[in-house]
């Protein structure tokens, strides 16, 4: 059965007015998110464009050539700044580029009365858009696991249709009513536009779900003051690790810190004073702990890291975080950290007795005088 174009445009405002409202109350229940607030004028843009090219039937020209498809390249500018801003991107010019473009060849009646020459054009700006989009979502993949993939089917199909149309469509006048290119290609351009704009909004609205998701798992496995990894974290780490220790037979080694006499900075020099004392430690053992180490706070002034290395570089290491910390001046206040520290073969023992056997040799850093470094003592080797 032929589909008929009105119909379908008629299919199309009413898609876009809808998913339009759907923005509205997804920008508003989000505390006005900046990704959703672009999405929503690009929407509402598109919803304005479309219906503008349907006065073509009527007799008009300015309108739906002008206007109509200067505001479409507007939308197509808001889709940018909403990706742009998902991506964390400063929103500049590059949206307003093809709606300037657009304008300025309109200003050459060959062009403004040439509809292969106009559709050629559409094509090309359209393309270099869902271009941008694609580089876009492809630098902010780190953000995006489950919604990657399907958001670039989705900007590639589109992209492709556009190819197709720039090849295939010769730009021959279409005498139906409400062509939205007003040529004989407008019945496919309709139907894409159609699938296009159903699924790019459900997409925008999955991913910034899944970053909101992404935020809050993040935030729950961080240290609100510090920034660094909490006890969760640290033991989701853990157990990983554990695995693949198991599996290369390599050691694992567990570090303790307990900062010295905390409660007596806190009550000299007042509590923020020793949050300062606290991010400086965190800034310290981050300097010298290697990459693929995990550092995190366990709780007030302990703080504890896991790293896949033996024995003497857990004392090298142990040691030149506890005189960076000696050398350290924040704000001029002195302060200075006992640690524990044991290396163990994670197939041989879990990683509860490995905390254990640390916790062992920072309480006796502690008893010996603190501001120093031990390690455990095995009791068989006693």
Known sequence: ??????????????????????????????????????????????????????????????????????????????????????????????????????????????????????????????????????????????SLQVTFWPAQFLLWVHLLFHIARMLIDTGSISKVHGAIGGSTFSLYVILESILFVIGVTFTILAMVNERSQIMYKQASLRDPLTGVWNRRALFNQADKLTLRCSRSAEPLSVILFDLDHFKSINDRYGHYQGDRILLDFCQVVQQILPADGHFARLGGEEFAAILVVDEPAAASLSEQIRSAVLASLPDNVSYSVSIGYTTRWLHQQPFAESMVAADEALYRAKANGRNRVEAFISPALV
């Open 1 to 142: 059965m032929p589909l008929d174009v009105y119909t379908l445009y008629i299919c199309e405002l009413f898609v876009l007015g809808f998913v339009s409202i759907i923005m509205v109350f997804a920008w508003s229940g989000t505390q006005y998110d900046r990704v959703l607030g672009y999405s929503c004028l690009s929407m509402g843009l598109t919803l304005l464009a479309v219906f503008l090219s349907s006065l073509r039937s009527f007799g008009f020209q300015f309108l739906p050539i002008f206007v109509g498809n200067l505001l479409l390249m507007l939308a197509y500018g808001m889709l940018l700044n909403a990706f742009r801003s998902f991506c964390g991107k400063p929103v500049r010019y590059h949206w307003v580029l093809g709606a300037l473009i657009w304008a300025i060849l309109c200003l050459f009646p060959g062009f403004y009365h040439s509809l292969p020459q106009r559709i050629f054009v559409c094509c090309v700006l359209c393309i270099l858009y869902t271009s941008a989009l694609i580089i876009l979502l492809v630098r902010s993949r780190a």
